[in-house]
T-cell receptor, first 115, second 114 residues
Framework: GAGVSQSPRYKVAKRGQDVALRCDPI?????LFWYQQALGQGPEFLTY????????KSGLPSDRFFAERPEGSVSTLKIQRTQQEDSAVYLC?????????????FGPGTRLTVT | AQSVTQPDIHITVSEGASLELRCNYS??????LFWYVQSPGQGLQLLLK??????LVQGIKGFEAEFKRSQSSFNLRKPSVHWSDAAEYFC????????????FGKGTHLIIQP
């Protein structure tokens, strides 16, 4: 079956622009996660959904970051008024909660460059 | 809060040689531990995980890892590396078994010499 997909794969934004990053999880996966990976660093947790409920947004770095998953499937991470420090790869992951393994399956990421 | 330390930023190994990548974690209770591999331009792929039970866990691609509670470590090993193993390796800890956000280390870049 299809894995986690993300679009666009690359995004260049001028400082101050708004961007929207999309994540299509594996069909049937209840949980969805967003991570930010700066160059040369490990991924850092941003936020987590179970179905359409956003259960944890403690990792969102500022109120310019907003995530939604209105129908419990596709999710969008929105960054308003982008800044240079927002340049990173944004990774989405999904998992099938309740199966005992809780493995998170990652998408290929969206590389955001803010100029 | 939990944390993960991967002390080695880069490791160079000859093809066919054995490999050990170090990972230390900080967490007050029994953690859920993971090793992921990331090839250039690719997402993260799970190599193996530890939840409970046998402290030596086997993963994909011939990797294994051993959980040592006394040392707060979860080191990744492979007896004989292949050129295709060159990648970035991340250790991660979860407190909900991966049902919540994972905390990753900074990664170890593995270089394979011919």
């Amino acid at each position: 079956g299809a894995g986690v997909s993300q679009s666009p794969r690359y995004k260049v934004a001028k400082r101050g622009q708004d961007v929207a990053l999309r994540c299509d999880p594996i069909s049937g996966h209840v949980s969805l996660f967003w991570y930010q990976q700066a160059l040369g660093q490990g991924p850092e947790f941003l936020t987590y959904f179970q179905n359409e409920a956003q259960l944890d947004k403690s990792g969102l770095p500022s109120d310019r970051f907003f995530a939604e998953r209105p129908e419990g499937s596709v999710s969008t991470l929105k960054i308003q008024r982008t800044q240079q420090e927002d340049s990173a790869v944004y990774l989405c992951a999904s998992s099938l909660v309740g199966q005992g393994s809780y493995e998170q399956y990652f998408g290929p990421g969206t590389r955001l460059t803010v100029t | 809060a939990q944390s993960v330390t991967q002390p080695d930023i880069h490791i160079t190994v000859s093809e066919g040689a054995s490999l050990e990548l170090r990972c230390n974690y900080s967490y007050g209770a029994t953690p859920y531990l993971f090793w992921y591999v990331q090839s250039p331009g690719q997402g993260l792929q799970l190599l193996l995980k530890y939840f409970s039970g046998d402290t030596l866990v086997q993963g994909i691609k011939g990797f294994e890892a051993e959980f040592k509670r006394s040392q707060s470590s979860f080191n990744l090993r492979k007896p004989s590396v292949h050129w295709s193993d060159a990648a970035e390796y991340f250790c991660a800890v979860g407190v909900g078994g991966g049902a919540d956000g994972l905390t990753f280390g900074k990664g170890t870049h593995l270089i394979i010499q011919p």
